[in-house]
């Protein structure tokens, strides 16, 4: 049977003053989407906690990124561009921290934090130690972001689930349930709703680019990124984090206002099979808000997570009265991402809202990784945009791949493409999966072609990574910069 095969071009993104295909380039040309405006952050304070040694670190490289850092020695040149430095007279604006924005752990309570015999006690105190130093330090100064800045001695424990050396052999033991191991990460977010500003844990390889994480059994990963790359994912992050819109999808005159809506499931801490929805809605500049829906049901014939035509229903009115809230009008277009199939319930709870609050289209689209692989013949995987027509409703995107404008290959495995299924939609399949691939370089955590899916998705899934630690009835931000 042959299969249709077609290629989408690399979508061009929204600056300042400009578009390009590249976010690095984009930023470096023609600045944030919002820089100049009232809204745009002209300096971003920034509140560090951490031991002195590691803010020590930080500052430093800090420092060294304001001036700005090279590029990596390489023939690849597009891949692997210079980080132009922020600040006066730089297309970026400043990020400052000194000594009163600085709270210094002292390096007692982190040996003692690190020797502490149960992993999730170890994780459990070591974040509720961190957010009180950050709570102490936000009384005191303003911040747009607390960077927390867990050592290395800290973080091995934590990562390979042992003790730091050194600690009696009667004090080692591991946690029972090891599927359900807490994340630092996930928890310090999820404890640090009610701070006055967003919280961001970076690791020592960020700013030191020795050591990536450990091993279960010790061993440590090399980090593998340049430290140019390191400055722009970095400060692409905490620009976003501190209100600012470093970039957006170009909107047609002509289209229709579109709410992008990402729908996942997460099980509770604890591991149980109660599961909850969640729905991260975007509207084209990238601006997200996170809705927490009800719980779901997992099918007995194929395993696949679902809601109810009620709890569906409910999800989606409140992300559009959220999103009215939020930008002072309801979208003309409605498109749904799920990982699992819109079954019957859903599709009917989806609909009805729509028909509901007088919107005109909607689009419900489920997204998963692909089993198939397809090969170009070539030493390098298919192309980035490569898009292949199994049937009717259902096709293979490749949105890792083969770059042009990098003339490479900017992963390190084979590429694994997404499948897309067209549940119920309006628009041409082809129009779904340029939307698609727009999508995913949406993803403020990353500035190359490299991101799978597509900021629904993947936002959908950090903001469920981190609700599973907080009751069903806490009061959360909606803003998506508290959860990435």
Known sequence: MNRKVTFINEPELEFGSGKHIDI??????????????????????????????????????LNKCRVGVAAKKTSLVTLFPAFPGFGDSKPLCDFVANDQTTRSIN?????????????????????????????????????????????????????????APGTPRSRRRRSKDEAHKTVWHDLLKARAMTMKAPVQMVRPATYGGK??????????????????????????????????VPWRLPRIATDLDTCFVGVSYFYTADGASVQTSVAQVFNERGEGVVVRGGQV???????????????????LRSALKLYKKEHGNLPARVVCHKTSYFDEGETEGFNNVVDQFGIDQLDLVSIRKS?????????????????????????????????????????????????VQFDQVERPPERILMEILALSKMNWNSTRF???????????????????????????????????
């Open 24 to 61: 690095r380039f984009g930023l470096s040309m023609h600045g944030p989407l919002d820089a100049g405006t009232e809204l745009a952050p002209n300096k971003v304070r920034l509140g560090l906690v951490g031991d002195q040694h590691t803010i020590d670190l930080f500052t430093r490289w």
């Open 107 to 163: 390096s007692r309570e982190i040996r003692r934090l690190a020797t502490i015999a149960d992993r999730e006690q170890m994780v459990s105190e070591s974040v509720d130690y961190f957010l009180s130093e950050a709570n102490d330090l936000l009384q005191s100064v303003s911040a747009d972001v607390v960077i927390c800045l867990p050592p290395s001695d800290l973080l091995k424990p934590i990562d390979t689930g042992s003790v």
């Open 211 to 244: 050591v990536h994480r450990y091993r279960q059994d010790g061993s440590s990963t090399k980090d593998i990124e340049d430290e140019a790359s390191r400055a722009w994912n970095f400060y692409t992050a905490l620009y976003y984090k501190a209100g600012g």
């Open 450 to 484: 490299v991101n799978s899916d597509p900021i629904t998705i993947a936002a959908a899934r950090n903001v469920g990574n981190v609700l599973r630690y907080l009751d069903a009835d806490s009061v959360i931000p909606v803003r998506y910069s508290y959860y990435m």
């Open 297 to 315: 049901l997992v099918k007995k014939e194929d395993r696949t997570v679902h809601m109810d035509i009620d709890v569906s229903a409910e999800l």
């Open 371 to 419: 089993s198939v692989r397809f090969f170009r013949g070539k030493p390098n995987p298919p192309l980035r945009g490569t898009a292949i027509e199994l049937d009717d409703c259902t096709s293979i995107l490749y949105t890792q791949g083969s770059v042009d404008f990098y003339r490479a290959y900017p992963g390190m495995y084979v590429p694994r493409p997404i499948e």
